[in-house]
C-alpha cells in the first residue's frame, strides 16, 4: 500500500501552492492587486487564449519554469463572494451565451450546459465529475473499427492524471474500470436519492462506485469542506469544488503570469513567414494586439476553431492552420439524456454533489449490444428551474407542471454520458452574422450517426430497468447532450489533424491547441481531467526542450522548444 494511500487527504501535491495561497476567510482568489502586467508591446513568451482546463494548467505550470505569460480570458474575473449567488437564474454569468448558429439533423443547443465564460472557464459550472479517460479511448479504431486512434497513448497521460487529480484533488471509491485505481480523497457521504439508485443498480446486476468528484472529502489547505448544498453547477460560493479559478490560477498569478479579464481574441496574426506573431483583441472596446514568441489557443471546442478560421492572411486563406480544410472539423458532444423517478419518500436529490454514484460498467464495447463503444451512468440533481426544463421536455405543462414541480423533493435523476463517434460534417464554420467586435459568430452543424443512436437508446434503456427495480412510481426523460471535444483534433499527418501529438500545428510551428478541441474521440467520461492533463503533460514536454542554453535564452529557447516539441 502506498504512502499516499495510507494518508488519503493528508498529502497534498507538490508544485502548485494554489491551496495555501487562497484567503482562509474569502472567496476571492489574493495576488490580483499585484499581480505581474506586461505592455501590449512587449514580446512574451507565451499568449494563451483562455483561462479553462486547459490555459490555466498550462500557464501554472510554464510559469514556474520561469516563462513569461500573458492569458487572454474574454470572460470576467470572478469574485465568488460579491459575484455568485444562490439561485439558478443568477447563474448565468457563467455561461457563453451570446449568439451561435446550430444545424445539422441533430442540433446541439449551446450555452448553460456546455460553453462557459471567465477566468476558470467551463469547470466554473461543471458538476464536479472528474472520471480519467479509459487506455481504450487512446485506441478506439484499432480496438473496435470506429473513431480514430490518438496519437499519444493513455500511459503517457497517467503520470499527469494523478498530478492533476492529487491537485483538485479528486474523492472517491477505488476505481475498477479501465486502468484500476484509487484516489488521493475518501469517497463523500452518499444521500438517500443516490442510495435508492444504488439499490435499484445492484437489483440488476450493476455496479455502482461514490464519485469522483474534484471536491476534497475535508478541508484541503486554505480550502473549506464541502457543505452539500447542490449548487455545483452554479458556481461553488465556497471554494470546495475544483476549477482552475481556485486550483491553478493563484499559483500561475505567484509566479508571474498575467491574466488580461474581459478581454477577447478576434486574430492570430502572423507575418510573412506564416509564424505567430501574437494576437489581436478587444478589451474595453478598444482594439489592442499582444506581441508573443508563442501562442496557445484554448477557448474549448466552439471559440478555438472560430479564431482560427476568423485568421486569414495572404498566407492562409481559409483560416490559420487551416490548407487542408481540418480547422472546426469531427466536433463531438456526448449524449447525455437524463430519466427520473418518484418515490414516496423525500429525495431531495439536489443535496449533495449531483454525481454521488457513477458506474462504467458499459463504457467499453459489447458485440452483443449491437453498436460500437458504450456509456457511463451517474446521478444528477436538477435544481428546481432546471427540473421544470426536465417537465417540460417530457409534454408536461399548465396544472400537470405545477403539480410536478409541487412534488420536486419525491424525485430523483439519473443521467448517462454516451460515446458519440467523431464525423468529419460535424464542424464548425463561421456564420455571415457579426458580432459585437465585428468577428463572425460560430456555426456548429452535428448529425447523429446510426451508431450514436443505438448507443444512446440502449443507454436510456438500462436507466429505466434501475428504477423499475428500485420501486418507482413514475418516470420522465429529457435527451440533452453534453460536452464537447474535436475541432483542431491532433494526429500524425495534417491531411487529418489540425496538430501533431504536441500540440503544436502542423502549419505554424509556434501556434499551440491546448483544450477539448484537440481531442480526436471524446470517450464516455468528462473531458476536464483529460483536458488538465493534455495541458500538463504539452508543459512538461516545452519544459524540457526551452532549457536556456549559451545560444538561447527567454523568448529564443522558447520557439526553439515548440518548433523541437
Not at 113 to 135: E, Q
Not at 329 to 355: C, E, I, N, S, T
Request: hydrophobic fraction near 35%; charged fraction near 25%; glycine fraction near 10%.
Amino acid at each position: 500500500m502506498s504512502l499516499q494511500t495510507r494518508l488519503k487527504g493528508a498529502v497534498g501535491p507538490p508544485d502548485n501552492d494554489s491551496r495555501h495561497l487562497l484567503d482562509p476567510h474569502a472567496r476571492g482568489i489574493p495576488g490580483r492587486a499585484a499581480m505581474r502586467t506586461f505592455d501590449d508591446a512587449d514580446e512574451v513568451d507565451l499568449l494563451i487564449v483562455g483561462c479553462g482546463a486547459g490555459g490555466a494548467v498550462l500557464a501554472q505550470r510554464l510559469a514556474r519554469a520561469g516563462w513569461r505569460i500573458v492569458v487572454l480570458e474574454k470572460g470576467p474575473f470572478f469574485d465568488p463572494d460579491s459575484d455568485w449567488v444562490s439561485d439558478e437564474e443568477g447563474a448565468r454569468s457563467l455561461y457563453w451565451t451570446e449568439n451561435r448558429v446550430i444545424g445539422g439533423e441533430d442540433p446541439v443547443e449551446l450555452g448553460q450546459n456546455n460553453s462557459g465564460v471567465g477566468v476558470g472557464g467551463t469547470m466554473l459550472h461543471y458538476a464536479g465529475y472528474t472520471p480519467r479517460f479509459h487506455p481504450s479511448d487512446f485506441e478506439t479504431h484499432t480496438r473496435d473499427g470506429v473513431g480514430a486512434d490518438w496519437p499519444l497513448s493513455y500511459w503517457e497521460l497517467k503520470a499527469h492524471y494523478e498530478r492533476v487529480e492529487a491537485e483538485l484533488p479528486v474523492a472517491g471509491q477505488d476505481w475498477p474500470w479501465g486502468d484500476p485505481h484509487s484516489y488521493p480523497h475518501s469517497a463523500h457521504p452518499v444521500g438517500g436519492a443516490a442510495e435508492r439508485a444504488q439499490d435499484g443498480a445492484r437489483a440488476v446486476g450493476i455496479e455502482m462506485r461514490v464519485g469522483p468528484v474534484g471536491i476534497p472529502s475535508g478541508t484541503f489547505g486554505n480550502r473549506p469542506h464541502c457543505i452539500y448544498r447542490g449548487f455545483c453547477i452554479q458556481g461553488c460560493k465556497v471554494n470546495a469544488k475544483a476549477s482552475p479559478l481556485v486550483t491553478h490560477v493563484p499559483d500561475a498569478i505567484a509566479h508571474g503570469v498575467e491574466i488580461r479579464a474581459d478581454s477577447m481574441a478576434t486574430r492570430v496574426e502572423v507575418d510573412e513567414r506564416g509564424r505567430c506573431t501574437g494576437v489581436t483583441y478587444v478589451k474595453g472596446g478598444r482594439e489592442r494586439f499582444q506581441r508573443a514568441a508563442v501562442v496557445a489557443v484554448a477557448g474549448y471546442s466552439i471559440e478555438t476553431p472560430r479564431l482560427l478560421l476568423n485568421s486569414t492572411s495572404r498566407r492562409f486563406p481559409k483560416g490559420l492552420a487551416n490548407g487542408e480544410d481540418q480547422v472546426g472539423r469531427y466536433v463531438m458532444v456526448q449524449g447525455a439524456p437524463h430519466v427520473a423517478a418518484r418515490f414516496p419518500d423525500l429525495m431531495r436529490m439536489y443535496k449533495g454533489p449531483p454525481p454521488q454514484i457513477s458506474s462504467e460498467q458499459f463504457y467499453e464495447t459489447d458485440e452483443r449490444r449491437g453498436f460500437a463503444r458504450g456509456f457511463s451512468i451517474q446521478t444528477v440533481g436538477p435544481l428546481p428551474i432546471g427540473w421544470a426544463g426536465h417537465v417540460l421536455a417530457d409534454g408536461h405543462w399548465g396544472e400537470a407542471l405545477r403539480e410536478y414541480m409541487r412534488d420536486y423533493n419525491h424525485w430523483t435523476t439519473l443521467g448517462m454520458l454516451c460515446e458519440l463517434l467523431p464525423r468529419a460534417e460535424n464542424r464548425v464554420t463561421l456564420a455571415g452574422e457579426l458580432d459585437l467586435n465585428g468577428m463572425p459568430i460560430a456555426r456548429l452543424d452535428y448529425t447523429q450517426c446510426d451508431n450514436d443512436r443505438k448507443n444512446i437508446a440502449y443507454a436510456k434503456s438500462k436507466l429505466y430497468e434501475i428504477w423499475e427495480a428500485a420501486g418507482a412510481q413514475d418516470t420522465l426523460e429529457i435527451d440533452r447532450y453534453a460536452h464537447l471535444v474535436g475541432g483542431c483534433r491532433m494526429g500524425t499527418s495534417p491531411e487529418e489533424s489540425v496538430v501533431d501529438r504536441d500540440h503544436r500545428a502542423w502549419e505554424v510551428p509556434n501556434l499551440l491547441v491546448a483544450d477539448t478541441s484537440a481531442m480526436p474521440t471524446q470517450g464516455s467520461a468528462n473531458p476536464a481531467l483529460t483536458t488538465m492533463a493534455l495541458s500538463s503533460r504539452l508543459a512538461d514536454r516545452l519544459v524540457a526542450k526551452a532549457a536556456p542554453s549559451a545560444s538561447a535564452t527567454g523568448a529564443v529557447a522558447v520557439r526553439r522548444a515548440v518548433a523541437a516539441a
